[in-house]
């Protein structure tokens, strides 16, 4: 499965991004997604995940309330709608598919994209 992940940018603080992942070379809908993200310095962390019919989310509680993770298994795609941004959500954010386990554990996961990166100004 390639992953290619789109979207990131530079935007003030409070702002809105849509990333999007388009996956080829497999069967999308048998994956579940996951958005990670990791700033300078930092190691990787789960930002959130969604299961292979949409049927069930995780959200780390750094991007509760402001992120919203959806797919569209017909466009074989994965989003992540980010409102209300914020300077600490800086990050290359990368997409990921796995066929079992947690989605929040970043071990789970076997196909990775290239990371697309969000630059939040204050």
């Known amino acids: 499965v390639q992953l290619q992940a789109s979207g990131g940018g530079l935007v003030q603080a409070g702002a809105s991004l849509r990333l999007s992942c388009a996956a080829s070379g497999g069967t999308f809908s048998r994956y579940a997604m996951g958005w990670f993200r990791q700033a300078p310095g930092k190691e990787r962390e789960f930002v959130s995940g969604?299961?292979?019919?949409?049927?069930?989310?995780s959200y780390a509680d750094s991007v509760k309330g402001r992120f919203t993770i959806s797919r569209d298994n017909a466009k074989n795609t994965v989003y992540l709608q980010m409102n209300s941004l914020k300077p600490e959500d800086t990050a290359v954010y990368y997409c990921?598919?796995?066929?079992?386990?947690?989605?929040?554990?970043?071990?789970?996961?076997?196909?990775w994209g290239q990371g697309t990166l969000v630059t939040v100004s204050s």
């Open positions: 990921a598919a796995h066929r079992s386990g947690r989605l929040e554990v970043v071990t789970s996961y076997d196909y």
């Open positions: 969604i299961g292979w019919n949409g049927g069930s989310t």
